[in-house]
């Protein structure tokens, strides 16, 4: 993964971003109206900041509500083994899982730290038991529901 120092990005780089971070399917000729640019340097720049990886891609974000998934559990996973082989087994099988939105490993009493999207409390505990447990070298589970989401950037 290439590494690349924030600090060089100039301001017309910083504000495309900034715009493209707001609204993804912007027109080029609107965002270069925005930046005050013409479309072709714009489109240039677009160019360089998704080849240095500014920007990662481009996506829908959608109401998982809407879709019938309006549970949401944070669980705290650790681990009976933390070399290596064990954490690598641990994130590619957890990536598999479609209910886990998010996983961050965690420098915490706990291992790892999973956002988990499902239709209910039932088909929750479901997944808890049935997927979560059985993950390579799980050795103990914690549950933090969600009772209201105050702020989520995706929104």
Do not use: W
Not at 30 to 52: F, G, M, W, Y
């Amino acid at each position: 993964m290439k590494s690349v120092i924030y600090e060089t990005l100039d301001q017309i780089d910083r504000k495309i971003l900034d715009e493209l971070s707001r609204d993804g399917r912007i027109s080029v000729a609107e965002l270069s109206r925005r930046v005050n640019l013409s479309k072709t340097p714009c489109q240039a720049r677009i160019k360089r900041l998704e080849t240095d990886g500014y920007i990662l891609g481009y996506r829908a974000v959608v109401d998982p509500e809407r879709l019938g998934l309006p549970h949401v559990a944070f669980v705290e996973v650790k681990l009976s083994d933390t070399r290596k082989a064990a954490l690598s087994a641990f994130n590619k099988a957890v990536r598999a899982l479609p209910q886990v939105e998010q996983a961050h490993m965690i420098a915490s009493s706990f291992d790892y730290l999973l956002k988990v999207r499902t239709k209910d409390i039932a088909a929750y505990r479901e997944v808890l038991g049935e997927k979560i447990s059985a993950l390579p070298h799980v050795a103990h589970t914690s549950t933090h529901v969600s009772m209201e989401s105050v702020k989520d950037d995706a929104e």
